[in-house]
């Protein structure tokens, strides 16, 4: 991997962890009145898929999608101005930290059901095939979204039409407050199930953002190869509350020592640590990154704070094309 | 113009939709088979390709997602269900993204996809096969709906829905894929939003739609020859509703008799009550009447079916009813020469 | 009688539920989570064992299915969704099997479930967090659907679903988990289908259900100061609705305002106006009125939703606009000391 | 395999293929007037499946329930008096071809919706569970059922509860006029998809009837020791059209070379051919049973026709436990 590949992945990530702490911190002051979801911690697959697509690439992702999005290249400023419900956010306030939304940079679509966008990634791709474009499509979907049966359906389809789909899995062992004991059977990998289904499938550590690209770009080359679609699980772990800016590992639903253990293996502090290792980076890189992404994001914070909101006509436009 | 079936004229439009617009995609449960969904898809995969006509799994969530994000990604799509009852697994995706898309992302895009659902009836189609849900969709924001009676109209109305720039549902009534009319060629669109006056009178106003229009037509004309006249309009669209023509009717009749081919309680006849009441309460001159599906599913055995359905008789013994006049309508039950469960001779099941 | 929340007289019903009836079994996502549910489940598990209070798969379809089945096979199921906008994968096993297994195997066995649905609202729930579609469940044959308003009516009305041999709806609201009340110990059932005279007067009928109620309730109050006085009925149950008591009512006030926390076009206002026109025509004064939510999805940002969901200020303007007296509402709004989006200080999002 | 097991195989697919084919001969008298999904051809995994089941045991069905239902031990007169809409039907008339119940020998119920009774047969287990039985359920799918969504989340929770359910797989090739080819990837075996969602497979030839029952009765019998969920599928063919009384092999969806292969393989003449040269029954054997069977059909019919419909206020009867 070249220097200059491994400075933009690291860089992503920090870039996402330091956007997301920010909206942690300044959670408290009740601007940001809607539900969050964090992706402190498992940042790598998001950074790593990233720098994989291109632009023309399309996405679409779910309730915790603001790793995906800016990722994928969307619009910093317009998503913490959605967050805080203002008239520049990225949907015009109507849709929140859920629905995020940047189509010049593909990224299609996230919403808030769990599933809800799997068939609508599946679709996009049966558009890109018909028009004859090799272009891909990344669904961004999390452990329990193999619980859906919309998963299975689409990609059933897309398996049968040879559609150009990743299904990128973001594996935090939990949805919510429950593990994956009380929904999947241990002894069934996830990515056994994609595979039964037909997917061309690997898996891998996801919190080691140079595997994460490895197994990505590998998937995404198939894909335009023809391969057919193909699904990758990512092992990694939240850090934060599932939805707000808190850590809640206090309530008992996960164990202090298994949150120290990811902790211990923060995807940001490996990466540095191999990047300072192999002289990639150094002190003063860290330092001017650091720099000017705080103030990139100060800045995208600062926009969204002094937008104006919507006006209140706003809340009855957009239902149909033409206004009635 | 030409005289066709309603079935012929929805092929028609897809035929003509197809050709005019390679964005358009037509697919479905059956679409490619041999009957071709009652005879509406025909051959079409023949000439325009199995690319872009196709049969699907049995996943009726996932495959309207797809449809929603081949929209998203420039098509227009025309998805089919055999029954309205089997589109039930695939609310999700209609009313949480086809019809919420193009608000919850700002009005950023839109889908613009048409959902084909047939409305079964008769023949032993019995609780799950048989059901007129057109009051969920209507119920939703950001959805259209349309409920054609003639096969013009359904020609009209499906081109006009499968270029419009929101997602529609398309409701069409297995009894009345064989009722003919002339249907003109080539790119005919029907407004969406635009009821049709299908018979004008003085004494009440009949609101109808779909296979009610069909049987209220009867029931009008019958009582026409005993000097009690209606305006029967015939909605084409549930949603939106063209509030000013019946508006502008039941202040000249003041009176009015809402049909609803699906369930009575918290269908849309109750809307068309409740409306009218609020907006023409001055010149209403006696209760608006509904007259809807019993607040029961269809039963499978015919024996059970006879007493079930609303029919031109029933239609007639109300309007006079509303018009506060007597009338004979006993014989509009006689003339008809099939069995009750079928919608006419042609018809010999299995399905 | 102890005073408690709306959410702890729900875990209440359920655990007395439990305890009466081995047959009881209490499921959904997060059911034996730390959060509990809003509380509603909170170490019930602990109690009853992890085979009767479970934790399940995101397969909401599936997992309706699978409590009916369950109920098919003798046990009470009861089901909870954190919102009722992840119900809307499970409407093929709620409409096709639940509703219309009694009906379709000729009255041989009903399927007795209880499905709690949590209807959200404010702190930016948005589009796909915020569905209040009574009308839809309303609208099926075979449901019961259920809209307490009162933590005492919570408890009662949730152990009466619980043992009716009918699948229930069950719709709470989230604004509604942290009201209180007196709430009478052990198993105290209210029985479905009968509606609740929550204040009466002379002037107008006002129906309501769960938030509505309580909205509508500070409203009618405030009125009362102005010589202006009310029924207020509060529906309970919404299918079936209690048309005597709503009917008794208006044939007095001779005026109905009609509310609902779900859209206006099609939703359940429309048909308790439509029922009403029909049924007291010769009672009725002036034209019946509905309030309901505007038909558009509620947005995220608190900018949009501050002038978008009805409350008691609108409700006391209409009121007096049916009744036709001048009235003052204003100062309802002001009173209200924390901000529009959050039901009251206690609430600090995120969800 | 004990001859007397044997005979009874033979019997019961003899049973069914009499049944069927008498409905498809009346059909056109126009008193069975509703959708009939008839089973000829395919008698054999039913007849296997109801005879390794107990009465105790529970059955859920789809559209094309007459040989499940028959097979489980269902009332037959009830079954054409339900076809006939008469109030002698085990559903009383509501129901009709597709909607078929016989509580009192676990016959639970059939309905119309592709997969629709999945999860009601997984719930059916759940509650065998809960109250600590040994029975088991055995849901009855086509091959069109590994599409649907519902079966996945079904399947899911199966295995995650170790619950005692069959799913038996009824693969005749074709939904309605589609081919698999239409619907799911060729390549992609349906047992394998089974066997990824984490279920015990086992396939074979469900026109062997034998076979089939060895197949069904290991999987019972691994269920019943608490194996977990099963699933066989078995190879079969319809031999007339999807819904109705008639041969549809002339419109075009399947070849008549196809159809031919497969009625060569007619279970019934199979399996008799069989036990004729092990000398398990003969001449006068089959001459006996064929005329017990139409003795007893015929009787079915008679009482089905002579029965009276169902009283007109039926129609409106049954939506609730109490009726308003
Ligand atoms: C259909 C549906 N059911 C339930 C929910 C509630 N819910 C919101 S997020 C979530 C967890 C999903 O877990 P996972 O896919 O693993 O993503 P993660 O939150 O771990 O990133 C759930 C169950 C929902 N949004 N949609
Ligand atoms: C959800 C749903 N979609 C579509 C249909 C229409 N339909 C009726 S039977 C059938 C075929 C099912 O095929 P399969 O499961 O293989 O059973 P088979 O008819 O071959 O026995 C279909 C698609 C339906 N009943 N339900
Ligand atoms: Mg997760
Ligand atoms: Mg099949």
């Known amino acids: ?324 | 113009m030409t005289a066709t079936t309603f079935a012929a004229a929805i092929r028609d439009a897809l035929a003509v939709a197809l050709e005019l617009d390679p964005a358009v995609i037509v697919y479905g449960l059956g679409t490619t088979d041999p009957k071709g969904v009652f005879g509406t898809t025909l051959d079409l995969h023949r000439k325009f390709g199995e690319q872009r006509v196709f049969d699907m799994p049995t996943s009726e969530n996932a495959m309207t997602g797809i449809g929603i994000g081949a929209a998203l990604g420039g098509l227009r799509p025309v998805l089919t269900h055999q029954r309205l009852d089997f589109a039930l697994l695939s609310l999700d995706q209609i009313v949480n993204n086809a019809a919420k898309w193009r608000f919850m992302f700002g009005g950023k895009r839109g889908v613009p996809i048409t959902i084909r659902m047939i409305i079964g009836r008769g023949w032993g189609q019995g609780p799950t096969h048989s059901q007129s849900l057109q009051a969920w969709f209507a119920h939703i924001p950001g959805l259209k709906v349309v409920m054609p009676t003639s096969a013009e109209d359904a020609k009209g109305l499906l081109l006009a829905s499968i270029f419009d720039d929101d997602p529609v549902i398309f409701l069409e009534h297995r009894w009345l894929h064989n009722v003919t009319g002339d249907v003109p060629p080539g790119d005919y669109r029907t407004p969406l939003g635009k009821a049709r006056l299908v018979r004008s009178g003085a004494d009440v106003t009949v609101v109808g739609m779909s296979l009610m229009t069909a049987e209220a037509l009867h029931a009008v004309d019958h009582l026409a020859s005993q000097q009690i006249t209606c305006d029967l309009i015939d909605l084409r669209t549930v949603r939106p509703i063209d509030w000013p023509m019946i508006e502008a009717s039941v202040r000249r009749t003041g009176r009015l008799l809402a049909l609803d081919t699906g369930y009575e309680t918290g269908g849309l006849s109750a809307e068309v009550v409740a409306h009218v009441t609020t907006a023409c309460w001055k010149h209403l001159r006696a209760p608006p009447r509904r007259l809807a599906m019993p607040d029961v599913p269809e039963a499978t055995s015919p024996a059970l079916t006879e007493h079930y359905h609303v029919r031109a008789e029933h239609i007639a013994q109300v309007i006079a009813e509303v018009a506060g006049r007597p009338a004979e309508w006993a014989s509009l039950a006689k003339a008809r020469t099939h069995p009750h469960d079928v919608p006419g001779d042609w018809f010999k099941g299995p399905f």
């Not at chain 1, 023809?226 to 990758?232: L, S």
Request: glycine share 10%.
């Open chain 1, 1 to 324: 991997m070249s220097p200059d590949l491994s400075r933009r992945l690291l860089r992503e990530m920090m870039r996402i962890r330091i956007v997301e702490e920010t909206i942690a911190d300044r959670y408290a002051e009740w601007k940001m009145r809607c539900p969050v979801h964090l992706s402190i911690g498992q940042e790598a697959p998001s950074a790593a898929a990233g720098l994989v697509l291109r632009h023309s690439d399309l996405t679409v992702s779910g309730h915790r999608a603001h790793a995906h999005y800016l990722a994928k290249g969307g619009d910093l400023p317009a998503m913490i101005a959605e967050i805080y419900g203002k008239a520049t956010g990225c949907s015009g306030g109507k849709g929140g930290s859920m629905h995020l939304v940047d189509e010049r940079v593909g990224f299609m679509g996230s919403t808030a059901i769990v599933g809800g966008t799997v068939p609508v990634g599946v679709g996009l791709a049966l558009s890109l095939q018909l028009r004859g474009k090799d272009d891909v499509v990344c669904i961004f979907i999390g452990d329990a979204v193999l619980e859906t049966g919309v998963f299975y359906e689409a990609a059933n389809f897309a398996v049968l039409r040879r559609l150009p789909v990743l299904f990128l899995c973001e594996n935090n062992l939990y949805s919510v407050y429950s593990p994956l004991s009380v929904r999947q059977p241990l002894d069934r990998p996830l990515e056994r199930v994609a595979k039964g289904i037909g997917l061309m499938t690997v898996s891998g550590d996801g919190n080691d953002v140079r595997a994460c690209h490895a197994l990505i770009d590998g998937a995404v080359s198939r894909l335009r190869g023809g391969a057919g679609p193909q699904f990758v699980e990512l092992s990694t772990y939240r850090w934060r509350e599932h939805c707000g800016p808190l850590y809640d590992n206090d309530i008992g639903y996960r164990t202090v020592e298994e949150f120290e253990a990811w902790r211990q293996r923060d995807p940001i502090d490996l990466f540095r640590g191999v990047l300072r290792q192999e002289g990639t980076v150094d002190d003063a890189w860290m330092a001017a990154a650091t720099t000017a992404l705080r103030e990139e994001v100060t800045a995208a914070f600062a926009f969204a704070d002094s937008s104006p909101v919507p006006p209140a006509g706003e809340a009855f436009a957009h239902i149909y094309s033409v206004e009635p």
